[in-house]
């Protein structure tokens, strides 16, 4: 569950109030449980900002989701000719 409430915190750049959280949070009574184990594990940093707590995502987590939206390396150079599947079978294949 504090996965889906990660996903769903994403968008918080600048931090969030556990008001904030528990908005967002699939379930209202486990939102705060599952805000807490965030901390806990640290993928969640808490701090104070005029007297309220203010969580924020670590910049670990930030910088792992900004690398996994680029597109993954190009392993095949676009010179790579490709097999056509044509529905006959190969050399090595046999008819079944």
């Known amino acids: 569950m504090d996965k889906a409430l ?3 915190l994403r968008p918080f750049e600048g931090g969030f109030t556990w008001q904030a ?3 967002v949070a699939e379930s ?3 939102a705060l449980a599952n ?3 965030l901390v806990e594990r640290s993928v969640v940093t808490v701090g104070s900002s005029s ?3 203010r969580y924020r995502i670590s910049e670990t987590v930030r910088h792992y989701w ?3 939206k680029q597109p993954p390396p190009q392993h095949i150079s ?3 000719r490709l097999p056509v599947r044509t529905g006959r079978p190969g050399p090595s ?3 079944t």
């Open 28 to 30: 209202d009574a486990a």
């Open 78 to 80: 676009a010179t790579t």
């Open 51 to 53: 007297g309220t707590a």
């Open 66 to 68: 900004r690398r996994m």
């Open 35 to 37: 805000l807490a184990a």
């Open 21 to 23: 959280a528990e908005a």
């Open 6 to 8: 990660l996903s769903r």
């Open 93 to 95: 294949c046999s008819p």
